[in-house]
């Protein structure tokens, strides 16, 4: 039985290093094909691994692009996880602002595989139902940090924050995805700067 700190085994470390092999050259292939266009073979090929190894790590290029999907968005993820427990409403602001910026910055930074993704929701069920999955998971959080705001006397008590969750995220997605197409007709920095004081204006007392 292996013990707690054991390290890996040399067959164990090929099989790591395969998976790793296969997302980079998938991550290479659909930004330079596209979703639709790109082929498994070709992720194969550029991984340089037999077929029968690559199919042990992933069925098909849908499986790859969903790793692809969780390693990418799990950053976004952690934006959404900095810690939220403001004293006042500036204070709340000031936190919102920055973690609307960071995120909006971040999908400047990765606008090339994003473009992927975006083709891979429209197109792909499973990106589809991943996606779907992302988003409550960031909608979850924010009602977290809002239900946080309104039991210490800062957010307004008429409103249901589960809904002001899910308007505060969608309004971040629809920005995304402008980012990422290049269709933002503003910097990132006025962007998060006017949603979050529309936001915090609405929902703050």
Do not use: C
């Amino acid at each position: 039985m292996k013990k707690a700190g054991d390290q890996p085994s040399t067959r164990q470390l090929r099989s790591i290093e395969t998976r790793e092999k296969l997302l980079s050259a998938g991550r290479d292939i659909f930004v330079e094909y596209g979703f639709q266009k790109a082929t498994i073979s070709q992720i194969i090929k550029k991984a340089n691994t037999g077929y029968g190894t690559a199919y042990v790590h992933f069925k098909n290029k849908d499986a790859i692009l969903i790793v692809l999907m969780e390693d990418v968005m799990h950053k976004f993820h952690q934006i959404a996880e900095a810690s939220f427990s403001p004293h006042s409403k500036d204070e709340a602001k000031e936190i919102i602002e920055k973690q609307a910026y960071s995120f909006l910055k971040l999908a400047e930074k990765e606008r090339s595989i994003m473009r992927v993704f975006e083709q891979a929701i429209g197109f792909s069920t499973s990106a589809s139902s991943k996606w779907k999955e992302i988003r409550e998971k960031f909608i979850q959080r924010i009602s977290k940090d809002i239900l946080y705001s309104y039991q210490n006397g800062l957010a307004k008590e008429d409103l249901n924050y589960e809904l002001a969750a899910r308007g505060w995220f969608f309004a971040n997605e629809m920005y995304l995805w402008e980012i990422v197409r290049g269709e933002q007709t503003a910097s990132v920095e006025e962007i998060a700067k006017t949603i979050t004081a529309v936001y915090t204006s609405g929902l703050y007392q």
